[in-house]
């Protein structure tokens, strides 16, 4: 680079790096967020992908070539449909008791003030930060004292218990902006009680109590550690995966992974639509 | 609130009473199945036998007989998860914060297509990590081509891949509270702050960063707790020579039954977190957190 250049250059310089900095340093967040994004959706592409894989062995690791047989019997495989009949009975009625149980503790930590209130709270935050394996090992350690046998009800009491906490704060949350000028409304208008409980207090708190109820559901259907620990000879659908980790891991897994993939999802914007359309019409 | 609470409920239930029926069923549940469980393992951590006739007899030597014995596998998991935790963190916080201040009216959207890669089953997440770092895969292949590997080298069974899969799959961890943290930040702060004179390297330092570690320390347990205890990507990214004080709790428990050594290794494990979460508020600053998270 000659010295005539420099010197016709030297004016623009300047200005052109620092137009091209703002560039990089403008869309530097950009692209790392999407390459983030790219990062957590690469092991569910994977796993979509070798949905439609026709593994030639018993493993499932490498491509081998395209077939919809998989989604055409995505149960054909021994044991995998009762694994997951059993994964969604807990998952639907642990979710449910626990999230009466929870919006019922909700309830009183918000509303009222009471002697006990910070023992509650820290009830409630403890099994929250506890590992899983502890919270597995010591309900063993129980079961095996009280002669429990292990199976359905004590999965079942396992997994009602850490979800109580999770109820809790998504109920909680949604409690805490509450309006209760509604409900002294509602009473002035003479309705009891009872009644302004069920017409007005819970349709307002209900979109709080449906995603409680769905985290909770989640939570249970992908609970590995815990139900590892109290399950006895009943068998998961993280169990089935797990078992089937060591000895063969069929496509029909991929397949189940992606269907419970997709109608998460769903859900999950169904109730983000619905709550977005109440809050218009509100 | 509560003045107003007591206004509008006067009838049937005595009013100090009424709380804690509420209270009870799932109060009772959680004493009953989360407090007296670990009082069971407690006892189980100071008793000794072989299974299933176990004697509690204040055998305080399992703590001591335990630790060093897995001394190794306790290192590496505080090590692991702590690796973990940081490169979760490096991750998750510009994506947090390019979602909070970026995201405008598609943040929500965002925010779900966030969590959504987590609602595939842990154990195939985990499967499909497997799957992406195997010998045969691109990955492998892609780091042999440009020498960063040797010609045989791996991904799969090094300290490395187990580190890679416990950071992914408890990202969502990080990233809410994270996003929570941020989201709650007035633009005007910083703003003010660049009326100031500050630049914005400078007003990221000491606003916007402040006000966020709420978040971040929030993040860095939820992900740290559940990092350390963990066994499956040990187990299925890893060999035994990468196995965390999760795979001995569970083999202990589950093969070998040797209760005492395993209950007491439960309460090491959560005994080293309580410290390492205790130093860690205190290095954030405890009176700086509670700064941050008043509005």
């Given at each position: 680079?000659?010295?005539?250049?420099?010197?016709?250059?030297?004016?623009?310089?300047?200005?052109?790096?620092?137009?091209?900095?703002?560039?990089?340093?403008?869309?530097?967040?950009?692209?790392?967020?999407?390459?983030?994004?790219?990062?957590?959706?690469?092991?569910?592409?994977?796993?979509?992908?070798f949905?439609?894989?026709?593994p030639?062995g018993r493993f499932n690791f490498?491509?081998?070539?395209?077939?919809?047989?998989n989604?055409?019997?995505?149960l054909d495989y021994p044991g995998l449909g009762s694994a997951i009949?059993?994964s969604?009975?807990?998952?639907?009625?642990?979710?449910?008791?626990?999230?009466?149980?929870?919006?019922?503790?909700?309830?009183?930590?918000?509303?009222?003030?009471?002697?006990?209130?910070?023992?509650?709270?820290?009830?409630?935050?403890?099994?929250?930060?506890?590992?899983?394996?502890?919270?597995?090992?010591?309900?063993?350690?129980?079961?095996?004292?009280?002669?429990?046998?292990?199976?359905?009800?004590?999965?079942?009491?396992?997994?009602?218990?850490?979800?109580?906490?999770?109820?809790?704060?998504?109920?909680?949350?949604?409690?805490?902006?509450?309006?209760?000028?509604?409900?002294?409304?509602?009473?002035?208008?003479?309705?009891?009680?009872?009644?302004?409980?069920?017409?007005?207090?819970?349709?307002?708190?209900?979109?709080?109590?449906?995603?409680?109820?769905?985290?909770?559901?989640?939570?249970?259907?992908?609970?590995f550690?815990?139900?590892y620990?109290?399950?006895?000879?009943?068998t998961t659908f993280p169990l089935f995966v797990w078992g089937a980790a060591r000895v063969a891991v069929p496509p029909q897994i991929n397949v189940i992974g992606?269907?419970?993939?997709?109608?998460?999802?769903?859900?999950?914007?169904?109730?983000?639509?619905?709550?977005?359309?109440?809050?218009?019409?509100? | 609130?509560?003045?107003?609470?007591?206004?509008?409920?006067?009838?049937?239930?005595?009013?100090?009473?009424?709380?804690?029926?509420?209270?009870?069923?799932?109060?009772?549940?959680?004493?009953?199945?989360?407090?007296?469980?670990?009082?069971?393992?407690?006892?189980?951590?100071?008793?000794?036998?072989?299974?299933?006739?176990?004697?509690?007899?204040?055998?305080?030597?399992?703590?001591?007989?335990?630790?060093?014995?897995?001394?190794?596998?306790?290192?590496?998991?505080?090590?692991?998860?702590?690796?973990?935790?940081?490169?979760?963190?490096?991750?998750?916080?510009?994506?947090?914060?390019?979602?909070?201040?970026?995201?405008?009216?598609?943040?929500?959207?965002?925010?779900?297509?966030?969590?959504?890669?987590?609602?595939?089953t842990y154990l195939i997440?985990t499967l499909a990590?497997e799957t992406?770092?195997?010998?045969?895969?691109?990955?492998?292949?892609?780091?042999?081509?440009?020498?960063?590997?040797?010609?045989?080298?791996?991904?799969?069974?090094?300290?490395?891949?187990?580190?890679?899969?416990?950071?992914?799959?408890?990202?969502?961890?990080?990233?809410?509270?994270?996003?929570?943290?941020?989201?709650?930040?007035?633009?005007?702060?910083?703003?003010?702050?660049?009326?100031?004179?500050?630049?914005?390297?400078?007003?990221?330092?000491?606003?916007?960063?402040?006000?966020?570690?709420?978040?971040?320390?929030?993040?860095?347990?939820?992900?740290?707790?559940?990092?350390?205890?963990?066994?499956i990507?040990?187990q299925l990214?890893?060999?035994?020579?990468?196995?965390?004080?999760?795979?001995?709790?569970?083999?202990?428990?589950?093969?070998?039954?040797?209760?005492?050594?395993?209950?007491?290794?439960?309460?090491?494990?959560?005994?080293?977190?309580?410290?390492?979460?205790?130093?860690?508020?205190?290095?954030?600053?405890?009176?700086?957190?509670?700064?941050?998270?008043?509005?």
């Amino acid at each position: 680079m000659t010295a005539t250049t420099a010197t016709v250059e030297l004016p623009r310089r300047p200005a052109a790096a620092a137009r091209a900095w703002r560039l990089v340093r403008r869309h530097l967040l950009d692209v790392y967020a999407l390459l983030a994004l790219a990062y957590l959706f690469l092991p569910i592409g994977v796993v979509v992908a070798f949905s439609f894989n026709n593994p030639l062995g018993r493993f499932n690791f490498t491509w081998q070539g395209f077939t919809l047989r998989n989604w055409a019997h995505p149960l054909d495989y021994p044991g995998l449909g009762s694994a997951i009949q059993v994964s969604l009975e807990i998952a639907f009625l642990s979710s449910l008791v626990a999230t009466v149980l929870g919006t019922m503790i909700a309830l009183a930590l918000v509303r009222y003030r009471f002697r006990g209130s910070g023992a509650t709270n820290l009830l409630i935050f403890v099994p929250m930060t506890t590992p899983e394996i502890v919270m597995g090992a010591s309900l063993l350690t129980l079961f095996l004292n009280w002669r429990i046998p292990q199976g359905f009800g004590t999965i079942l009491i396992a997994h009602v218990m850490f979800n109580i906490s999770y109820v809790v704060v998504t109920v909680r949350a949604r409690l805490v902006g509450f309006d209760r000028h509604l409900e002294e409304a509602a009473m002035d208008l003479g309705a009891n009680e009872l009644v302004t409980f069920w017409r007005v207090t819970l349709p307002l708190i209900a979109p709080g109590i449906l995603a409680a109820a769905l985290l909770a559901f989640a939570l249970s259907i992908d609970d590995f550690v815990i139900t590892y620990f109290n399950a006895g000879t009943t068998t998961t659908f993280p169990l089935f995966v797990w078992g089937a980790a060591r000895v063969a891991v069929p496509p029909q897994i991929n397949v189940i992974g992606t269907a419970i993939f997709v109608i998460a999802i769903a859900a999950m914007l169904a109730n983000v639509l619905l709550q977005s359309r109440r809050a218009r019409r509100a | 609130m509560d003045v107003q609470g007591r206004s509008l409920t006067p009838r049937r239930l005595p009013l100090g009473t009424r709380p804690y029926a509420l209270l009870a069923p799932g109060t009772a549940w959680l004493l009953l199945f989360f407090v007296v469980p670990m009082v069971y393992l407690a006892k189980m951590a100071l008793s000794q036998g072989l299974f299933p006739l176990f004697r509690f007899d204040w055998a305080w030597s399992n703590f001591t007989d335990s630790v060093s014995a897995y001394r190794t596998q306790l290192v590496r998991s505080l090590e692991y998860a702590g690796i973990a935790t940081a490169v979760a963190l490096a991750i998750s916080y510009p994506l947090a914060y390019w979602i909070a201040f970026r995201g405008g009216r598609w943040k929500n959207l965002l925010l779900l297509l966030v969590i959504a890669p987590f609602f595939v089953t842990y154990l195939i997440r985990t499967l499909a990590w497997e799957t992406i770092l195997s010998d045969g895969g691109l990955v492998v292949s892609i780091l042999r081509d440009i020498h960063v590997l040797g010609p045989d080298g791996r991904l799969l069974a090094t300290s490395a891949a187990v580190i890679a899969g416990i950071t992914y799959n408890f990202l969502p961890f990080m990233v809410l509270p994270l996003y929570v943290s941020l989201e709650q930040i007035d633009p005007r702060l910083v703003e003010a702050a660049g009326d100031l004179y500050a630049n914005r390297v400078v007003s990221f330092a000491r606003v916007t960063l402040p006000l966020s570690l709420p978040g971040v320390f929030a993040g860095v347990l939820l992900t740290f707790i559940p990092a350390v205890g963990d066994f499956i990507n040990a187990q299925l990214l890893g060999t035994p020579k990468q196995y965390m004080i999760g795979n001995v709790v569970q083999s202990q428990f589950l093969s070998l039954r040797n209760y005492p050594t395993a209950a007491a290794l439960s309460f090491v494990l959560m005994g080293a977190i309580l410290v390492l979460v205790l130093v860690f508020a205190r290095a954030l600053g405890t009176d700086r957190l509670t700064a941050g998270a008043a509005p």
